[in-house]
């Protein structure tokens, strides 16, 4: 029960079992290797949101270990604000920078990779190495009771302390979330210049006056006429398909393979009833169209 | 366990709080939340008058109020936000921090005119809409509308109260915060420019990058001296340093990683790549902004920590931080020279007078730290108005920076010739301008703590720089001018105050020092 | 009860919670393996599509290379936003009964600020989605 989780397998390993329980032995030896995997996965996937997703699953065995080092309100934390609100944050990046946008692969300084990964893997290495050496001759300390918060455990030592002796940067914290809200809105928003919103009742009369294409709105399909699949199209009063309710997704479905087939049967010139008919030639839909706005 | 929740019926005391001493960030940060709201409910033409209105009373109550604590504040100074029981408080009101606030209000409102002009290009330097994708016909057509984001002020107002907090931090947490205040504005406004907005948006990203590293940096360092001194209070991470049994690998780690974090905000040598380019792409205003006050609280933090934390360790990082100096003195000198842009010579003039702070910066004397903070006064003013200048001067695109533009500007307009040059020899630290007597105090400092070796150093390279400021003078007043070259626009009231405030103080202090030398000196850190 | 608590170092409360994960986990598993195995198997392009409403998903711009409007990410900031306040208010409400009415005063001021940002989005029409 030691605060870092490196010393308690230093110890572990030295014989401390009264130090280190069984359970949290192996949530250590579970859960640190996980996160370690998702690192690596996190750096070494091709695809971005799948790199971020290995990025969860770093965060979540982090937030997990916390919990199990007597920190659970750091633990639901992290979970709740990094896996949940700032994950969702770097996903909205990421499809706005578009989902299949990738970074060209070329190396734009010579070698510059392969330094990079020099300098990490020897900074990583002094400072583990150092590190591990000296969290060896740590004192493990008694841990907060996460159940008293007179102890400093738990949401409630950190309340107290958020409410003492960090007063100023926990008010300081507001001014940050204000700018960055600032920040965001003023690189992402636009004005629109096109004036007030039209309301309901403005639509309508543009709608109308020929605005638009069609005066009412689009068919939906013909789910529980005949069938309840989107696919079924629905009927217009002459029993014939209305067009405009069939999805563009549906071409495999038995109403498309259908129309089709009748196509083929009758020849492509062929005037027939169905209402298919009027998608074939874009002139023809075209004209109505133009027929219409007059 | 319920009644377990319920069972600590004490009450924690309230915090001591000196509402005096810390009126002048609260005030600073009050006008700023005042001025968002102000963008959300004013129309769109009342907003630059009313902002600047807003930005400008904010900053001279603050100095009202900074100057009246000062006629009677406490000898050695006070912490405040202290806890009941603690030693120490969050906040550090002692003369090193008021002189820094006195500097940074200073600096803020000459910054925040020359933000605010209007008169330089129609409609102010800043693009009126940041979200259209830059490259686009309606991005060209931003750079015809009048009209800016406002935004700017608020953002600037919550950098500088960022900044007033840095310097007086006085735990490594609330630095770590007041970090993030100043420097988040910073990366949006360097990305606002109304002209070449792919280049500061460039500046903008590679900013932000950067500087999260950076900050990524310092936290890492803040939490291994936490796990060294079990406090992230400055006055217990030096206790610690003199009697913990904990491994010293953990504090020179810790030392090491913040110490890092704190030059890449100052620009300071290796880490000093973000600042050519985000110089040069940054709006020329912000550029200023950001030269003068961000040097002024990465150094103000820089002096603190190093003195009141780390100091017990100070044989350890002495070594480090010489090779830094003079590796960001070296950097400076030499790349300025082969610079074809002001603002890059300027920024990698920056760099070098980092290293030249940095000297006075690990000088742990009094002089040293009354001479680093004249310095930072110094180097200030002259950078403003420098910036000042360099919008000047313009053409069809926007601003003129490129060298060869400047060539025979003294046969076009002697005064903004004559005042520049006057400010390149601040820079160069050429005696009766400000930037001598900082200069000589720093070095005297070092000298009068043992640091011959450095001081020589640093003399080479102050001689190197003052060539590349000298070969501007020279081309300004001895070539012939372009055909076809830049004009120099007439300022409107703002940036003529702004570089006449930059210019006479950079006069004034180097003449008559001594006042602003006697209060620098007037005390140390509160321990 | 809280004695047990302590000497099992509190971890004990979480049984549930990690029996709940379980329960969840093997529930997904199964429900992932046994549909192939026992649903009939009729696909059409339909489908195969996110969501099978009737509504047709909109695609993305093809012009954008599929991205998805910024105007999310505004919506993100403001969850990110009260996230955070919602993160600092647990700690306040734990230790409310200790720091009192100084406690209140000072996170009405943080909650104060926190909302100035978002009347700013909402007066300058961040909020509205078209």
Do not use: H, K
């Given at each position: 029960m030691t605060s870092f989780s490196q010393a308690a397998v230093v110890l572990a390993q030295q014989g401390g079992e009264d130090v280190v329980g069984t359970g949290e032995a192996i949530a250590f030896w579970v859960l640190g290797p996980l996160a370690l995997a998702g690192g690596l996965g996190m750096i070494f996937v091709r695809n971005a949101v799948h790199s971020a997703l290995w990025l969860v699953v770093s965060m979540l065995s982090f937030g997990v270990l916390y919990i199990v080092q007597s920190a659970p309100f750091l633990g639901f934390t992290q979970i709740i604000v990094y896996t949940g609100a700032v994950m969702m944050l770097f996903l909205f990046v990421l499809m706005m920078a578009g989902r299949d946008s990738a970074d060209?692969?070329?190396?734009?300084?010579?070698?510059q990779r392969l330094l990079a990964a020099l300098f990490g893997i020897g900074f990583a290495t002094l400072l583990v190495g150092a590190l591990a050496r000296s969290l060896v001759n740590v004192q493990a300390q008694v841990p907060p009771d996460p159940y008293d918060p007179a102890r400093g455990g738990g949401a409630g030592g950190l309340g107290r302390l958020v409410f003492t002796d960090f007063l100023f940067a926990f008010e300081l914290t507001a001014a940050l979330l204000i700018v960055a809200a600032l920040a965001g809105i003023v690189l992402a928003y636009r004005d629109r210049r096109e004036g007030p919103k039209r309301s309901q009742r403005d639509l309508v009369e543009a709608r109308f006056r020929g605005e638009y294409k069609r005066r009412s709105p689009q068919p939906g399909p013909?789910?529980?006429?005949?069938?309840?699949?989107?696919a079924t199209p629905a009927l217009l009063p002459d029993g014939s398909i209305a067009p405009e309710s069939l999805s563009e997704l549906i071409e495999s479905t038995n109403t498309a393979r259908l129309i089709a087939e009748q196509d083929r049967v009758l020849g492509s010139q062929a005037e027939h009833d169905d209402s298919r008919a009027l998608l074939a030639g874009e002139d023809e839909q075209g004209s109505e169209q133009e027929g219409e706005r007059k | 366990m319920p009644q377990q929740f319920l069972a600590q019926g004490e009450q924690l005391q309230v915090p001591a709080i000196d509402f005096a001493a810390v009126l002048p960030i609260l005030i600073v940060f009050g006008a700023a939340s005042i001025g968002v709201l102000l963008e959300a409910f004013l129309p769109k033409h009342q907003r630059w008058s009313s902002q600047i209105a807003l930005s400008l009373t904010g900053i001279v109550g603050a100095g009202i109020a900074l100057a009246a604590y000062i006629s009677d504040a406490p000898e050695g100074g006070i912490t405040t936000f202290m806890a009941q029981g603690a030693t120490t408080g969050a906040i550090a009101v002692d003369t090193p921090a008021l002189f820094l606030w006195g500097t940074l209000l200073a600096l803020g409102l000459a910054s925040l005119l020359m933000i605010g002009d209007r008169s330089l290009e129609p409609g102010g330097a800043?693009?009126?809409?940041?979200?259209l994708q830059s490259g686009g016909l309606q991005t060209r057509e931003q750079a015809n509308v009048t009209g800016m984001q406002t935004e700017i002020f608020p953002l600037t107002l919550f950098a500088l109260g960022g900044m007033m907090t840095f310097v007086a931090a006085n735990d490594l947490l609330t630095m770590f915060i007041a970090l993030e205040v100043l420097s988040l504005p910073l990366y949006l406004m360097a990305g606002l420019a109304r002209r070449r907005r792919l280049l500061s948006q460039e500046a903008a990203v590679k900013y932000f990058l950067l500087g999260a590293f950076a900050s990524a940096f310092f936290l890492y360092g803040v939490a291994l001296l936490y796990g060294y001194a079990g406090s992230v209070k400055l006055a217990e991470i030096a206790a610690a340093t003199a009697g913990s049994s904990a491994s010293d690998t953990l504090l020179y780690a810790g030392i090491g990683l913040v110490v890092v974090g704190l030059l890449f905000k100052g620009s300071v040598g290796p880490f000093h790549t973000w600042t050519p380019d985000v110089y040069q792409g940054a709006p020329t205003p912000v550029t200023g902004f950001m030269a003068a006050c961000t040097k002024v609280a990465a150094f103000g933090g820089m002096l603190r920590v190093l003195t009141v934390a780390f100091e017990p360790a100070s044989w350890e990082w002495e070594v480090p931080l010489w090779l830094i100096a003079v590796i960001s003195m070296a950097i400076g000198a030499i790349f300025g020279l082969t610079q074809r842009d002001l603002k890059r010579m300027i920024a990698y003039s920056s760099i070098a007078h980092a290293g030249f702070l940095v000297v006075g910066a690990m000088t742990l004397t009094e002089d040293g730290l009354s001479s680093t903070l004249f310095y930072l006064l110094a180097y200030g003013f002259t950078t403003i108005a420098v910036f000042g200048v360099i919008s000047l001067v313009r053409d069809a695109n926007g601003e003129?920076?490129?060298?060869?533009?400047?060539?025979?500007l003294a046969k076009r307009s002697p005064l903004v010739a004559g005042v520049f040059t006057f400010l390149l020899l601040a820079l160069a630290g050429i005696p009766l301008t400000s930037g001598f007597i900082g200069k000589f105090a720093v070095f005297s400092a070092a000298l009068a703590d043992g640091n011959a070796a450095l001081v020589v150093i640093a003399l080479v390279a102050s001689a190197v720089a003052a060539f590349f400021y000298l070969r501007v003078v020279v081309l300004m007043y001895f070539s012939e001018p372009a055909a076809e070259g830049p004009a120099v626009t007439v300022p409107g009231a703002f940036t003529t105050a702004a570089i006449t405030l930059g210019t006479a103080a950079t006069l004034v202090l180097g003449i008559v020092p001594a006042f602003a030398l006697n209060w620098a000196s007037a005390g140390g850190f509160v321990p | 009860m809280p004695d047990d608590i302590a000497a099992s170092g509190?971890?004990?409360?979480y049984l549930p919670l990690v029996m709940l994960l379980a329960l969840s986990f093997g529930f997904a598993v199964f429900s992932v393996a046994i549909a192939p195995l026992v649903g009939p198997k009729r696909f059409n392009k339909a489908k195969s599509?996110?969501?099978?409403?009737?509504?047709?998903?909109?695609?993305?711009?093809v012009a954008g290379g599929g991205r998805i409007p910024v105007k999310f990410y505004l919506t993100g900031m403001l969850f990110i936003l009260f996230d955070i306040e919602m993160v600092f208010l647990y700690p306040y409400a734990v230790a409310a009964d200790a720091v009192g009415m100084f406690g209140f005063i000072a996170v009405t001021i943080f909650i104060v600020a926190i909302t100035i940002p978002y009347v700013y989005e909402w007066a300058r029409g961040g909020l509205e989605w078209d």
């Open positions: 060209s692969m070329v190396e734009v300084l010579r070698g013909g789910v529980f006429a005949t069938g309840n699949s989107v | 800043f693009i009126s809409q940041a979200g003129a920076t490129d060298l060869s533009s400047w060539a025979g | 509190g971890l004990d409360a599509e996110p969501y099978e409403c009737g509504i047709e998903p909109s695609p993305q711009p």
